[in-house]
């Protein structure tokens, strides 16, 4: 979402069954009639650690694939940001496990990775050696 977006969330959704998650927040709110919670990232933030990357949250209304008339984030894209996520971010090794799934539900091969950015292309790989190395020993036992 873009600055102007998530300031449009605040002034028309924020009391028309949104709340705020706790007093001052800013970016993390609620849904108030299944008490969801929504954590809202901008166009150009850092996935992880939230330092300078490769890696950023690109602008949903430019880059985006349909996928049954919904617009959303491509699985190239969705698979960088986890990858950045769980290597910079703390306590983020469930992003780890997110890709891991990834690979093995859509039978991603190793060569995804020439689609992903160098800094997480690598981890990609390994991440599925793991996959496949399970797999195989699965099937010997």
Known sequence: MTAEGLEKFRSELVGHGYRPAFNG???KF?????NVP?????????PGDGKSKSVIFHDPGEHYV???GFKTVSLARLV?????????G????KDLADVQELIRVRQLDAAF?????GLVADKFRELHAEVVAAL??????
């Open 136 to 141: 195989d020993q699965e099937g010997r036992e």
């Open 90 to 93: 703390l306590a983020r090794l």
């Open 113 to 117: 990775a020439d689609q992903l950015d």
């Open 30 to 34: 609620r849904e108030t009639t299944q």
């Open 66 to 68: 349909v996928i049954d």
């Open 25 to 27: 927040a800013t970016r």
């Open 38 to 46: 929504i954590e809202i990232i901008t166009t150009g933030e850092y």
């Open 80 to 88: 960088e940001l986890k990858l950045a996520s769980g290597m910079t």
